[in-house]
């Protein structure tokens, strides 16, 4: 790579602009901590005497990928790792930056070491966005140390990170902040008259916290910006304090932000929640992970393509009648579109899940495709091809083949499968619903190595 010029020191103008920049941050911006004294939650990752804890108090850090949810850390943890390490911190963003950032980032820090024996620190936000060729970039300098990676990802790193990439780092997973976690954080943007809201004496009324804690869903920092415009819009009463009402912290929240990417692990997390709580006949639970996906708007043709699935795949027999259901659902969905559709998805989930259940069916279809794969594919048994010419019937063409309708009950016992898997059993009905009927007649017609002779009477050849 081309040499950089050596790295020039921030002139009295950067230095002002930047702190103006600083004072005029968002207030989540203004309140990260600067020690771990100040750091609130993942205890499990950065409490005393935790690997990364003594990694970065030692000066001594891997490269590293935090992996967690929106609001929970991770660009705070990177940033009070650098105020606490030797190492310089140089952050990007995959979404703003490129390849070219990247090389002058590794040209500047080949520089840095040559010169002062400093390490470098790359913060790579939201690192799931840099493509492969991106990633294949920074690869080498990871591996032999040019710089130390840090990398922030809401995605699960096994998919959005490349392999080799991965290998070379240490993976954390920080965890939703949970409310009493919120709290304290928002108390200490409350208290703190330095870089929160400690000079504009806010206080909140308690069913305003209480629904501010509910509706930040974990996200710190949904919750400091809801409170910073609540705070700025709201006129100091007589006392010179802020008094936040509900009102003002639900105009300021709007709207929920839930936990859900239509194209990340979120999404499959959250189809298996409903598909499992289905197959667990548990209505209530099979609602709410339906509701999840609908008001986060994922598409219901997607949501319904999965319950016609499993109309067949845990109901099947059991119940034919649940697979009508979700196909009657995928018809009232793109008939009358959404939000109208929603009921007729929800009278669908609600169905399945209170249907009996089987997979009768699917271990059934399991075992023949198996057997396709598996064992010769024989011709067709000659009685059971149709005689559509002379020549056909000539050579013995639908020769000996038994119509059912000639027979009591209208059925009669003749070998339907190439002689190499004759008595071969592949559907097994439970006992579950229709299928204990199924069962009892299958029992009855096959008999199961019992003498089931029958006698042909007129009708149809």
């Not at 790579?124 to 690869?139: G, M, P, V």
């Not at 840090?150 to 949970?178: H, K, M, Q, Y």
């Not at 548990?282 to 008001?295: C, F, I, K, V």
Request: contains cysteine; hydrophobic residues 35%; proline residues 5%.
């Amino acid at each position: 790579m081309k040499q950089s010029k050596k790295p020039k020191a921030p002139d009295l103008f950067q230095q002002a602009g930047e702190r103006l920049l600083e004072h005029e941050a968002p207030l989540a911006a203004r309140v990260r901590p600067r020690n771990f004294d100040e750091f609130v939650g993942q205890e499990h990752i950065v409490g005393e005497g935790r690997v990364l804890r003594k990694s970065i108090d030692s000066d001594q850090l891997p490269s590293i990928i935090f992996w967690g949810p929106p609001g929970s850390g991770k660009t705070t943890l990177a940033n009070l790792i650098a105020n606490v390490t030797k190492s310089h911190f140089s952050p990007i963003s995959a979404v703003a930056s490129g390849v070219a950032d990247l090389r002058r980032i590794v040209d500047e820090a080949k520089e840095r070491r040559a010169l002062y024996n400093q390490r470098t620190i790359l913060f790579i936000d939201e690192i799931h966005r840099f493509n492969k060729s991106q990633q294949d970039a920074i690869l080498p300098y990871v591996e032999d140390g040019t710089v130390i990676l840090i990398g922030a990802t809401t995605e699960n790193p096994s998919f959005e990170v490349i392999s080799p990439l991965l290998s070379r780092c240490r993976v954390f997973t920080l965890n939703a902040l949970t409310e009493e976690q919120v709290k304290q954080i928002i108390q200490n943007a409350l208290n703190d008259e330095e870089r929160g809201l400690g000079r504009m004496k806010v206080e909140l009324d308690k069913d305003a916290f209480d629904f501010l804690l509910v509706m930040s869903n974990g996200d710190a920092r949904i919750a400091l910006n809801a409170l910073e415009l609540a705070a700025s819009t709201t006129a100091p009463s007589e006392d010179g304090k802020r008094h936040i009402k509900l009102s003002a912290i639900e105009d300021a929240i709007q709207h929920r932000a839930l936990l859900y990417d239509k194209a990340g692990e979120e999404h499959y997390n959250i189809i298996s929640a409903l598909h499992k709580s289905l197959r667990g006949s548990d209505p209530d639970a099979s609602l709410y992970w339906l509701g999840r996906m609908l008001e986060a708007g994922e598409d219901p043709l997607y949501i319904v393509r999965r319950l016609i699935r499993f109309a067949s795949e845990d109901v099947g027999m059991a119940d034919p009648q649940a697979l009508v259901v979700a196909t009657a659902a995928q018809q009232a969905v793109h008939f009358i579109g959404m939000p109208e559709g929603n009921l007729a998805l929800a009278q669908a989930v609600v169905y399945l899940a209170t249907a009996p259940k089987s997979n009768s069916l699917y271990t059934a279809y399991g075992r023949v495709q198996q057997d396709v794969e598996r064992t010769r594919n024989d011709p067709v048994p000659f009685h059971l091809r149709n005689p559509v010419t002379g020549l056909m019937r000539d050579v013995g063409y639908g020769k000996g083949y038994k119509y059912a309708h000639n027979f009591p009950g209208h059925f009669v016992q003749q070998q339907n499968l190439p002689d190499s898997l004759k008595g071969k059993r592949y559907y097994h009905p439970s006992d579950q619903g229709l299928e204990r009927e199924i069962d009892n007649r299958l029992k009855r017609w096959h008999g199961y190595g019992k003498d089931n002779r029958q006698t042909e009477k007129e009708g149809k050849p």
